[in-house]
T-cell receptor, first 115, second 118 residues
């Protein structure tokens, strides 16, 4: 069985500060890992994904994440927060590259960006 | 290139009524997934379907919930005799078949249907 733990249900940063959202996973097979962003009353948008290639993954809007197998982590970072980054962020894991692999989500982290 | 479409976006039902949620996958996608998001929680997998087949329904409640993805038309998530605990956002996602080259394992999400049970 797979699981995802997101540490911190709420994270607050100042505009221009570093954003760090934590994600740890558990998987019995090499995982595929994803970060999604959800703006209020909208669906999920993919930020980035890890699919067993480079361990440092760059995504949209200046976000990146690093896969660390030894720590079973896939933390999301952004060097400088913008007000528009305020949203809820979900880390997710699947067990394969083929379609048909359901996603297991963490509980989400609400990011607040203060002016 | 239209994304995943869901309708209605908002649905209000009284206890005991039926709710029907529709999902049209992205063009060329033959895999559909349904997820439920309860207030203040993450998304939970419900069911995975391909055309005319339910592949994995391990996340579906045992009673009152059913899903289909017919050969023609959208995928339907049906909730019979709704109760207040069914109030949630229901998201549909789609993905291409293996070998179609886009997005290993990636699922594309619709905007969701927000169900409110009075």
């Amino acid at each position: 069985a797979q699981s995802v733990t997101q540490l911190g249900s709420h994270v607050s940063v100042s505009e221009g500060a570093l954003v760090l959202l934590r994600c740890n996973y558990s998987s019995s097979v090499p995982p595929y890992l994803f970060w999604y962003v959800q703006y209020p009353n909208q669906g999920l948008q993919l930020l980035l994904k890890y699919t067993s290639a480079a361990t440092l993954v760059k995504g949209i809007n200046g976000f990146e994440a690093e896969f660390k197998k030894s720590e079973t982590s896939f933390h999301l970072t952004k060097p400088s927060a913008h007000m528009r980054d305020a949203a809820e962020y979900f880390c997710a894991v699947s067990d394969g590259e083929t379609s048909g692999s359901r996603l297991t989500f963490g509980e989400g982290t609400q990011l607040t960006v203060n002016p | 290139n239209a994304g995943v479409m869901q309708n209605p976006r908002h649905l209000v039902r009284r206890r005991g009524q039926e709710a029907r949620l529709r999902c049209s996958p992205m063009k060329g996608h033959s895999h559909v997934y349904w997820y439920r998001q309860l207030p203040e929680e993450g998304l939970k997998f419900m069911v995975y379907l391909q055309k005319e087949n339910i592949i994995d329904e391990s996340g579906m409640p045992k009673e009152r919930f059913s899903a289909e993805f017919p050969k023609e038309g959208p995928s339907i998530l049906r909730i019979q005799q709704v109760v207040r605990g069914d109030s949630a956002a229901y998201f549909c996602a789609s993905s291409p078949s293996p070998g179609q080259g886009q997005g290993a394992g990636e699922q594309f999400f619709g905007p969701g249907t927000r169900l409110t049970v009075l």
